[in-house]
């Protein structure tokens, strides 16, 4: 079953040791809707939770609002105590005091600017837009949208950003059942019985790395019949700060994505929040406030970030898209972390050429379909010198096209390449759609 969808909304080949996170494509272009941009302006962060009026759930609203709450200090004071736990709070100590200062407000939903809205839930007094809208609803998240049962979205202007999940996650646990469940350890039983506690402390802030601990064991023996509130509000909250997932290529920035994704809240419902998350955000949270830093990844010391950007050895596929007589791929270079450039690899059916490739290919004549090869910059921007070759049948003809600082082409030459050579970077690239990595269909 397919859990999730982000509207915010990798390649078979040889890999330098890759990182597991990635950034949402959007931040940089929409940088204000994503929570990130009020926590390291160390502002307060209001949510709102409103199930849909004419629904019903079992799971009382406070003990959801809990469970935000303790989603919401995840991302952040327990984050921290990662860090903290790794030995590491000297290294990071400018990012350890914005985590642990981070102050979240609940507020009375105003869905008005909500499409649709009105019809599935009453207004409330009092209400304001609150910065991060979480609706449990099956009739409007997935009635209304036709789409999986949780996502988020920050693509419904005029609304803020929201998170909408079915009410099946709004469940209370039975504690009987599960403690009578064969061959629980003594400490998952104390787990079980505890779990208010638990739940409380981690909402209220005040919680150890002991307790965080104990909150992952607690959502995964509650996930015995599929994922918890807490897993997925948990999820889409990572969207909400700016993370992609992990185990999809789709809506994720190439230049901020590593190729191979490892366990973790944003990969898989039944994981804690763990390495991949804090490289995750403390990425982002330097991206936001443009600090340049080399730091060692949690999940590994063979992996480098620098300013962001993993640092590797060899070109390192980190997205894959596919679409009807196309085929994308975007891959990390050495010189990716400084240069800010990627190099990106395609081959377009004669019908489905974008423009700068249209532009670049005029001089090769007729073709049945176009690789190109170059580097660009985020957003795709084509820079420097490409390779563009031009198949018609089992002919080929190259050009090597000249693009200036603002992506349009300067100008052509014709250039030659082995039909051999050429033939090999269609295969090359036509051959990754059948890679063990994520594709963005």
Request: with cysteine.
């Amino acid at each position: 079953m397919k859990i999730f969808l982000t509207l915010s909304v990798l390649f078979l080949s040889v890999f330098a040791a890759a990182a597991p996170f990635g950034h949402l494509e959007n931040v940089s272009t929409q940088r204000a809707v994503f929570l990130a941009d009020k926590l390291v302006k160390k502002q307060p962060i209001t949510y709102c939770l409103q199930k849909g009026d004419f629904e019903t759930i079992s799971a009382p609203l406070s003990d959801l609002t809990r469970q935000t709450q303790a989603a919401l200090n995840e991302w952040t004071r327990g984050v921290a105590l990662h860090i903290e736990a790794a030995g590491r709070s000297k290294e990071f100590a400018d990012i350890i005091p914005l985590l642990k200062s981070a102050q979240f407000t609940e507020v009375p939903c105003d869905l008005s600017n909500h499409p649709a809205a009105g019809v599935f839930f009453l207004a409330r007094k009092n209400a304001q837009e609150a910065d991060i809208t979480i609706l449990v609803s099956n009739n409007y998240c997935e009635g209304h949208f036709h789409k999986t049962s949780s996502f988020y979205t920050e693509q419904m202007s005029p609304a803020k950003p929201f998170i909408c999940l079915q009410t099946h996650y709004a469940s209370i646990p039975n504690d009987n059942e599960n403690l009578s469940q064969a061959g629980l350890s003594a400490e998952q039983k104390n787990i079980l019985t505890d779990a208010p506690k638990i739940l409380s402390r981690v909402a209220s802030g005040a919680y150890a790395a002991d307790d965080q601990r104990r909150l992952w064991i607690l959502n995964r023996l509650y996930s015995y019949d599929g994922p918890t509130y807490l897993a997925a509000v948990t999820h889409e909250l990572g969207h909400a700060f700016g993370l992609a997932d992990e185990y999809t290529g789709s809506g994720v920035d190439p230049l901020y994505k590593t190729a191979t994704p490892v366990s973790g809240i944003m990969k898989r419902l039944y994981d804690p929040l763990g390495c991949s998350e804090v490289d995750g955000m403390i990425t982002l949270l330097d991206r936001y406030t443009h600090t340049s830093r080399t730091f060692t990844s949690f999940c590994g010391k063979d992996i480098t970030f620098v300013s962001g950007v993993q640092k590797v050895l060899k070109n390192t596929p980190t997205k894959l898209r596919v679409r009807p007589g196309l085929v994308e791929r975007w891959s990390l270079t050495p010189v990716s972390p400084t240069a800010k450039t990627m190099l990106y690899e395609s081959v377009r059916q004669a019908d489905a050429l974008d423009e700068p490739t249209r532009t670049a290919a005029v001089s090769l004549g007729v073709s049945d379909e176009i690789y190109s090869r170059g580097a660009v910059l985020p957003g795709n921007l084509r820079q420097g010198a490409w390779l563009i070759i031009a198949r018609h049948g089992k002919k080929y003809k190259a050009a090597q096209v000249q693009y200036n600082a603002s992506g349009r082409v300067a100008h052509v030459r014709r250039v030659q390449v082995k039909p051999t050579q050429a033939a090999q970077y269609f295969a090359e690239i036509k051959a990754a759609e059948k890679s063990p990595l994520s594709v963005d269909k």
